[in-house]
């Protein structure tokens, strides 16, 4: 299969993106961001995880949350690449919701064929991946929680919007391989312990299940894992595509009008270089990210491939962009006051969660070298 | 059927199907000689004469130099250079040797020449008859190309010219050269006037060129020395004082954002032509042992290759969407990116080669047992042809920052 030129992001895209925009910069711009999220600075405080929860409806009215559902199961039938536009404008306003997890979930459950968990999402039911395990490993099945006679037990680690979350799509160990279960936060024996992180602008938490009874939505978990998991990688760069280019035009903003030495920082070519190469760092990911949303629709024996290079661009970006916005904004963004840290922790966050640069290189070797003797 | 052959306007897929046609039974075939790498190092006759027949041949079918009006020797076609471009590329035929004629040097006097010029020079310049060089810069004029100092000064109808223009690719075969002069010493900018000027019809004559060496010890490009050479007036392009803005239309057609489609031809690779790209890269990691395993196993060299594989691809993807408009966030964004990443990639990737190379990386072209014959030594070293001729990274890092991003000049 070929990709079409223009991504397949078309003209129902772009008004996508830009309604995105709109919504994202009326519901919460920076300022009320920083007010929200970020009333308690000490460093050992307990995880707020404040969001507008009611955001969650409007964008359940928009359509936004059920777009990763496939259309022949209830959903839209929008390409990824819109997707991408819509979460590359959620990033740009850091904005916390659990929009991402609940797309992400869907396209698992999409390759997993589970039609009843699908209709809960089309239905506006919050969901959220619990695959990862307490070493904090990206390997598909990779999980620290097994299925025995009915029950799951263990522990799921680095769980998004785990107390946002109304539904939990958890891969465990069935002794014949893994499976995925879709399962309710209110159910008996699950319990939800939230981590104290860093990024003021999402939620996270280890999910502990004791004795929960489940039945697999599929028992080749696998199988599923590894066709959605490009589409998780993509998005999630999009995200920070879009928070890396509020870095960048914050910090230009700033060097063009702070003056030193009579002149404004920006007129130094050891300032403005290196922001010249945030953005060129930007536009590379934010091209993969493009391509690999494209492929997972179009060309989908290479969307594994496009989608590592999208994410191992974006994390490097994420971390380049994030170290310069704060050294450029010199002393002033240094501090709790300036928005900057905001995205810097947002960006740090992203840039290891579902696998960090050198993961994803490492996995792109092993389909473009071929695995190491 | 293309993507591209699917927006054709009928006389596009008229025009399309003559190229298919045509190339189908006039490819060159296999060069005689090995050739380089770009026609900016053409280094002999044999090389130059195979080159000159091809570009010759084209044209004479017209393929080459189709948007210009058959006044000036062009094909009268409207927007079909871009056709027989995709058609000469997919053909994989070689490249075309005047490429500073039809890149730079055909847009420029079009645009600002008089009518009996453009008649006299156009039709031999696309025929490859006639090969170009461009003068612009000079011992103390690089970067800041508005500095030169070559001087015309007027005496009667004539201008005489004096000084010293370098770097001058393709002059040891130029029949003529597009310069930028300084007509008038009091104002920087307003004192530069553009002409062309023979070369090689005035060797011993007022003109002098000399070969300079790069430091991989190929020759290719030069240094052109004026000693009172006398040209007429009508060889002066728009008016007086106004050099600077026709050398913008030379450097917009350069950096690809001309109103001209440069005719381009390529895609013939002769066997010991080599490309610094990650496929390569990749085969040479499998071919240099590391005890009883290859380079391509250690799973740093696979880390360092993977961060080129991603670049190279972004960058195409760049180029992607830079036509899809809805995608960019600036119209310049991602064209003015092009050079500086191209260059500094294919740097990238060369140093990398011999970081897997190791201490063979030592071994030039004369060695018998240099990996691949010694041509990632000679790739690392010209890489740095790239990233400073026509707008270092320095400088492209200053455009992109000024024009894109819109912060203080640094001038």
Not at chain 1, 301 to 329: D, I
Not at chain 2, 126 to 145: R, V, Y
Not at chain 2, 328 to 348: C, F, G, T, V, W
């Amino acid at each position: 299969m070929t990709q079409p030129n223009d991504y397949g992001f078309g003209e129902e895209a772009a008004l996508l993106k830009e309604q995105a925009r709109k919504f994202f910069a009326d519901t919460l711009p920076v300022d009320a961001l920083h007010a929200l999220v970020a009333d308690d600075p000490t460093p050992d405080r307990q995880p707020s995880g404040a969001w507008l929860e009611e955001s969650w409806q409007a964008m359940v009215d928009l359509g936004w949350t059920m777009l990763s559902v496939p259309e022949a199961a209830g959903g839209l039938g929008l390409p990824v690449a819109a997707v991408a536009g819509l979460v590359e404008e959620q990033g740009k306003a850091a904005f916390p919701s659990p929009l991402l997890s609940t797309l992400c979930a869907g396209y698992v459950l999409g390759a997993a064929q589970a039609q009843a968990a699908l209709d809960e999402i089309v239905a506006g039911t919050i969901a959220t991946l619990a695959i990862t395990n307490a070493q904090g490993s990206w390997q598909a099945g990779d999980s620290d929680v097994t299925y025995a006679d009915g029950k799951l037990n263990g522990t799921a680690s680095y769980v998004q919007d785990a107390r946002r979350a109304q539904r939990f799509l958890v891969s465990a160990n069935t002794g014949g391989g893994i499976g995925l279960f879709w399962i309710a936060a209110d159910t008996a024996g699950v319990t939800v312990e939230a981590d104290a992180i860093i990024d003021l602008t999402r939620d996270q938490g280890r999910l502990v299940l004791q004795d929960v009874a489940a039945t697999p939505v599929t028992d080749n978990g696998l199988a599923a894992l590894n066709q959605a998991m490009p589409a998780v990688w993509t998005l999630l760069a999009a995200d920070m595509v879009g928070a890396g280019e509020w870095q960048l035009q914050t910090t230009v903003d700033y060097v063009t009008q702070r003056q030193q030495f009579d002149k404004p920082l920006g007129f130094f070519q050891a300032v403005k270089h290196p922001l010249v190469d945030v953005m060129l760092q930007i536009d590379e990911a934010k091209s993969l990210v493009y391509n690999a949303a494209c492929a997972i629709d179009a060309e989908p024996e290479k969307a594994a491939q496009f989608a590592h290079m999208a994410k191992a661009s974006a994390s490097g970006m994420a971390g380049y962009a994030s170290g310069r916005s704060v050294q450029c904004h010199g002393g002033i963004g240094f501090t709790w006051e300036c928005y900057v840290h905001l995205y810097f922790k947002r960006q740090k966050h992203s840039q290891m969660l579902f696998g960090d640069g050198s993961w994803h290189r490492a996995r792109l070797a092993d389909i473009l070298v071929g695995a190491a003797a | 059927m293309s993507e591209s052959a699917r927006k054709d306007t009928p006389e596009q897929a008229e025009f399309r199907q003559y190229c298919q046609n045509w190339l189908a039974n006039n490819h060159p075939g296999e060069p005689p000689v090995r050739l380089s790498l770009s026609p900016l190092e053409i280094m002999t006759n044999d090389q130059l004469g195979y080159l000159q027949a091809w570009q010759k041949a084209a044209y004479d079918a017209g393929l080459v130099g189709c948007d210009y009006p058959e006044a000036v020797g062009g094909g009268g076609r409207e927007d079909c250079q871009r056709v027989a471009n995709e058609e000469m590329l997919r053909a994989k035929t070689p490249y075309l040797p005047n490429v500073i004629g039809l890149g730079m040097a055909a847009p420029t006097v079009f645009f600002h020449g008089q009518e009996a010029l453009k008649e006299r020079l156009l039709p031999r310049l696309f025929s490859g008859e006639d090969i170009w060089c461009q003068g612009f810069s000079e011992p103390g004029a690089g970067s800041d190309l508005a500095s030169v100092q070559t001087f015309a000064e007027k005496k009667g109808d004539k201008w005489v010219i004096n000084g010293h223009k370098v770097w001058t690719s393709l002059a040891h075969f130029a029949e003529w050269m597009i310069i930028l002069l300084r007509t008038d010493k009091s104002h920087k900018y307003e004192g530069l006037s553009y002409f062309v000027v023979p070369i090689k019809s005035a060797l011993g004559k007022g003109v002098t060129v000399r070969p300079l060496i790069k430091i991989t010890g190929e020759t290719g490009f030069n240094e052109v020395i004026f000693e009172n050479l006398e040209i007429d007036d009508s060889h002066r392009l728009d008016q007086l004082g106004k050099g600077w803005q026709v050398a913008m239309t030379t450097l917009a057609h350069e950096r690809g954002a001309g109103q001209m489609v440069t005719p381009r031809s390529g895609g013939l690779k002769s066997k010991a032509t080599h490309a610094s790209n990650s496929t390569n890269l990749i085969e040479l990691a499998r071919n240099t042992p590391r005890g009883d395993k290859t380079a391509a196993d250690d799973p740093l060299v696979r880390d360092a290759m993977m961060k080129s594989v991603i670049r190279e691809w972004g960058l195409a993807q760049n180029q992607r969407r830079s036509r899809v408009p809805a995608l960019q966030d600036h119209p310049m964004r991602l064209p003015l990116q092009n050079k500086l990443l191209a260059s500094e990639i294919s740097q990238d990737i060369a140093s990398l080669a011999l970081d897997i190379e190791g201490p063979a990386s030592s071994l030039y072209l004369g060695d018998p047992n240099a990996p691949d014959g010694g041509q990632w030594p000679m790739a690392y070293m010209n890489s740095y042809g790239m990233t400073i001729a026509a707008g270092t990274s320095e400088v492209q890092r200053n455009i992109l920052g000024e024009r894109v991003l819109n912060m203080p000049k640094s001038k």
